[in-house]
C-alpha cells in the first residue's frame, strides 16, 4: 500500500479511499474474518493430542469449589447428592463424557422436558458449558418432582424409581459420598 502523508490528510491511492476511518473499518473487518476463519482451521487441524491439551486448559476453569457455589446460587434442591451425584458420573471429574460433552451427571437427551443440551455427543447429552449442565439438571428436578423431595430417603427411593443410573449400587454409593459432601452446603447463621 503506497501513500503519501501530508500534516492534513493521508490519501490511499492503492484503495482510492480518501476517508481515513472507512478504511480503518474496512480493514478491522477484514483481518476479524481472516482471523475466525484462521483460527477455525487451526482448531480443526489440531492432532489428538493437542485436542486433549485444550480441552484440559478448559477443564483448568473448572473447579469443584464453583460447582457448588452454582449449586447454591441455583437453588439445586438436596446439593450435596447432586454433587455425589456428578463426582460419581465423572469419575471425580475425569470422564470423556464430562471432558468432551460438558456432561456432569451422565444424562441422556432430554426428550420431553425443558433443556439445555445441544444434542447428543458420544451416547449421551453434550452441553455448551458446564453451567448448562447444572441448569439442565435443575430442570430435571423441576420437570420428575425432585425439587419438592424434603428428606435425603425420599431423594433416594425418588433415584430408585426413576431409574436415574444402570447400576444396581448407584444409590448406595450416591449416598456414601453425599455424606461426606453434606457440610459444604450448611448454612452458617449469622
Known amino acids: 500500500m503506497f501513500y503519501t502523508y501530508n500534516k492534513k490528510q493521508l490519501q490511499f491511492y492503492k484503495f482510492g479511499f480518501k476517508n481515513y476511518t472507512y478504511f480503518t473499518l474496512c480493514l478491522s473487518a477484514i483481518i476479524a474474518i481472516s482471523y475466525s476463519v484462521g483460527r477455525f482451521n487451526q482448531v480443526n487441524h489440531l492432532n489428538p493430542y493437542e485436542r486433549e491439551f485444550i480441552i484440559y486448559l478448559d477443564q483448568k476453569y473448572f473447579s469443584e469449589e464453583q460447582l457448588i457455589n452454582l449449586l447454591k446460587a441455583k437453588n439445586v434442591n438436596k446439593p450435596h447428592i447432586v454433587l455425589a451425584q456428578a ?55 423441576a420437570y420428575f418432582g425432585f425439587a419438592k423431595v424434603n428428606s435425603d430417603e425420599a431423594y433416594y427411593n425418588l433415584l430408585n424409581q426413576k431409574g436415574y443410573a444402570q447400576d444396581p449400587n448407584y444409590v448406595l454409593k450416591v449416598r456414601s459420598l453425599a455424606n461426606k459432601y453434606r457440610s459444604k452446603f450448611k448454612k452458617s447463621k449469622l
Open 87 to 141: 463426582i460419581l458420573e465423572t469419575q471425580n471429574f475425569t470422564s470423556p463424557i464430562f471432558k468432551h460433552n460438558n456432561n456432569l451427571f451422565g444424562m441422556k437427551k432430554a426428550q420431553s422436558r425443558p433443556t439445555t443440551n445441544l444434542g447428543i455427543k458420544r451416547g449421551h447429552a453434550y452441553y455448551k458449558n458446564w453451567e448448562s449442565s447444572v441448569e439442565d439438571y435443575a430442570y430435571y428436578q
